[in-house]
Every structure is written in C-alpha cells, then in structure tokens.
C-alpha cells in the first residue's frame, strides 16, 4: 500500500532536442494534484484497488483501510508499507488490530522494496510523461482512464515487472 500524489505540471521524461535549438515545451500553471491511496495485490495487479481523498492522513488510511477490509472479507490482510507518519499512527495501528489487517513497515528510505511504486511509475509511463493537460478535468480524467480503464487492460501482463523478486547482494 502506498500513497502518490500526481500533478497537472507536464512531466517531462525523454525527448530530442538539437544541440543550438530551442523546443517549447507545453505546461501550466496549474497546481491541481489528486491524492491517491492504492493496494496491490500481487501476481494479480489487474486489481488494483485505488481512492482518492482531499489529503492523506491517519483519517484517510483508516477508510482505505476499511475499504480493502471489505473487499478481502475475514481473512487477515497484510499490508506491507512505508513508514510515512499517516501509516504508523496509533489511530491507524489501533484501526489495523480492530480490521484484522496486519501492517508490515519497510526500513527507512527503501521505496525500491515497495512494489506499487513500480506501478505509480507505469501510471506516469501511460498517462503523464510529456503530457500536457489543458484542464485539471482532463488530466483527473486521464488519471482515472488509468485505473479504470488501462490497468485492468494491462494488468497481466505488468505481474513480471511488480512482483517481489528481488535478489539480495552478499558483501
């Protein structure tokens, strides 16, 4: 489980530029920004579950929470995440024991080891690099078409980049 926080600001990512020439580069002034809270599941990325909020805090995790509690029914979730001050708060821990959800922190300063972030970077891939939106509705709605629309397209076939194999390195 992991929080993004998407921009309407063009995303530059790749591009040629011939050496003496200038390129105009689209952008806006725009500061719109959603707040999304998402879950993956793995080996089943397709189902993604996503919400937006007005912020990200305690509050908001612990709906999310409740959310996956609903979709996944009894059994126990484990949730692996980062150790952003929302997530180890005590209404959040204390919301987790009540939910049956059992909350899994990384160390410090390792998004690498969090699968969702490899999928906030296919998002930016499908939607955002190099893209410009005319309106924050265009670009809520291109956000959106990702969840809606191209992930559950793409989802199988994103299960060998977002997984959990990694390799560990001996000294």
């Excluded at 908001?60 to 484990?78: N, Q």
């Amino acid at each position: 489980m992991d929080a993004v926080h998407p921009t309407q600001a063009t995303k530059l990512s790749y591009g040629w530029i011939r050496t003496g020439q200038n390129k105009h580069v689209e952008t806006t002034g725009s500061r719109t920004r959603l707040n999304i809270v998402g879950a993956i599941q793995l080996g089943n990325i397709a189902e993604t579950m996503t919400a937006q909020y007005e912020t990200i805090n305690g509050e908001s995790i612990i709906d999310f929470m409740t959310k996956l509690r609903s979709h996944y029914g009894s059994k126990t979730v484990h949730l692996i995440l980062d150790r952003s001050g929302y997530h180890r708060s005590m209404l959040v821990a204390e919301k987790a024991i009540e939910l049956n959800i059992k909350l899994h922190f990384l160390p410090p300063y390792s998004p690498n080891l969090n699968p969702i972030e490899r999928l906030w970077k296919v998002m930016n891939e499908k939607v955002r690099n190099n893209q410009f939106f005319k309106s924050s509705k265009d670009f809520k709605e291109a956000i959106n078409r990702f969840f809606e629309v191209i992930l559950p397209d793409i989802g199988h076939e994103l299960n060998a980049r977002i997984n959990d194999n990694f390799e560990l390195l001996k000294s």
